[in-house]
């Protein structure tokens, strides 16, 4: 892109990024204008009943009047703005002139109260009307600091009443330095100032807090990306790194199995702990895709109505060998009839292999684990009862956690990767079902697979 391109670019930019500015503060301006509007209703009955019980009914029957066109007003377009989902420069600018307008309708009714006691006091120390005044403008200072132009606007207007009403006192009076129309005076210049510089903090503390929410916002975008670079990463590199690894266990399999000529036993026993390992890398590889899968909720589900007695006696089959290497035996006791149920069956049966296989690896040589299922009118449960470690409850945030082990360290006797159990409970939670465990009376833990039962008997 050439500099002259840059620039206009540039320079394209910075209107939108105004408008966007202008309009996120026109709605939290609308926003709040709406939260308090049950609040200035309170207020306005409270003052116009003062005046018109002790002092004339006609004015506040015309302040009333107007306040009602005000808010009627402020409330229309307070609704037009929040509901209005655009981005148009136009359009924000004609609403930001639409409160324009509601400013100058509300501060006139605010000002025509408060100057019309004083006129109707007299000159005098007007306690109630600059009272009013005072609490109009410290609650315009608190509340529509979203919008510089209005608060300008609202104070300017109050500043005028606040300087007329004892100026005119002194002017129609005569008044002497020592007269208190004097102190009234000067004692409202001093309350300008304080009203000023409240303003002048909360718009520091409304910017402060835009910027402070931009810059988080610019953070979790950054993070986002990272985070999907870092996804597409695993995922690529893992996809790339499981296709050659099935072929190399392809060939050492074939090599080890005798099919290609006898073997010496060194260069056997060499191919088996070859054959472990790129089995143990083509789990942990495809555990990762599972998780990303997980992440991206991508993790697909192909429900059959299968005999959940299938699935457990399959699972054990396939996971005795594994264990008899470690000294272990799996009992399964299940009952005569049927269970049906609808799940994936090879998700099903990859967490029963996890819960299984953590089962054999922690528990001691020449123990047994055993399996068996209970059932209810709506849930089935198969439990895993080991006799090894032991679990704590207050480990099931590790146990469940993704990368986690209870053993961590260098030294560790049992591999893995810390997926399997988040795994199985996200593939337990899609089934509309759960994984967990509690400790044993005596020696072990045992886990719990719940999952909904089909409620209508026979498979089909």
């Not at 009714?109 to 006691?117: K, M, N, P, Q, R």
């Not at 005569?174 to 409202?188: G, I, V």
């Not at 509690?438 to 719990?448: E, H, L, R």
Request: aromatic share 10%; net charge neutral; with cysteine.
């Amino acid at each position: 892109m050439s500099s002259t391109e840059s620039t206009t670019a540039q320079t394209a930019q910075k209107p939108d990024r105004e408008v966007d500015k202008l309009i996120r503060n026109m709605r939290d301006y609308c926003q709040v204008g709406i939260d308090l509007v049950w609040q200035r209703q309170i207020i306005f009955a409270a003052a116009l009943a003062l005046a018109a019980y002790y002092y004339d009914a006609r004015l506040a029957g015309t302040v009333l009047l107007l306040v009602a066109v005000s808010e009627l007003y402020d409330f229309w377009v307070f609704k037009k703005v929040l509901n209005w989902t655009g981005d148009d420069p136009r359009t924000a600018r004609r609403f930001l002139r639409l409160l324009y307008i509601g400013t100058l309708l509300s501060a006139s009714a605010i000002v025509l109260y408060s100057i019309g006691l004083a006129v109707l006091q007299g000159p005098t120390t007007h306690f109630m009307s600059l009272f009013f005044l005072f609490a109009a403008a410290l609650f315009a200072a608190m509340n529509n600091h979203q919008i510089l132009p209005v608060l300008v606007i609202r104070l300017a207007i109050y500043g005028f009443a606040f300087l007329f009403i004892p100026i005119r006192d002194i002017v129609i009076s005569d008044a002497a330095l020592k007269s208190e129309l004097w102190a009234q005076l000067f004692t409202s210049v001093f309350v300008l100032f304080f009203i000023v510089e409240s303003s002048r903090y909360y718009l520091r503390f409304y910017r402060m807090k835009l910027a402070q929410m931009d810059l988080l916002r610019a953070e979790h975008e950054k993070t986002r990306i990272a985070y999907n670079a870092k996804t597409e990463f695993v995922s690529t590199m893992s996809h790339e790194l499981r296709t050659p690894l099935t072929s190399i266990k392809g060939a050492v399999d074939v090599v080890n199995s005798g099919q290609l000529g006898a073997l010496p036993e060194k260069v056997s026993s060499t191919l088996e702990v070859a054959q472990r390992n790129c089995a143990r890398l083509l789990s942990l590889i495809n555990e990762i895709l599972d998780l990303q899968r997980l992440e991206n909720g991508n993790l697909s589900f192909s429900l059959q109505r299968v005999d959940l007695r299938e699935i457990v006696s399959g699972a054990v089959s396939d996971n005795q060998p594994y264990a008899s290497k470690l000294g272990i035996t799996i009992l399964s006791t299940l009952p005569a009839e049927p269970i049906w149920v609808d799940v994936d069956q090879a998700r099903l049966h990859q967490v029963f292999t996890n819960v299984l296989s953590n089962a054999a690896k922690f528990s001691p040589s020449g123990s047994d684990v055993s399996v068996y299922l209970q059932t209810d009118k709506e849930m089935a449960r198969v439990f895993f009862h080991d006799e090894g470690v032991g679990l704590s409850e207050s480990d099931a945030v590790k146990v469940f956690d993704r990368f986690t082990q209870l053993d961590s360290s260098d030294t560790r006797k049992t591999g893995g990767s810390g997926l399997g159990m988040n795994i199985s409970k996200h593939i337990m939670e899609a089934h509309g079902g759960s994984v967990s465990y509690s400790k044993n009376s005596g020696a072990g833990t045992t886990f719990v697979v719940e999952l909904p039962v089909h409620q209508q008997a026979g498979k089909g």
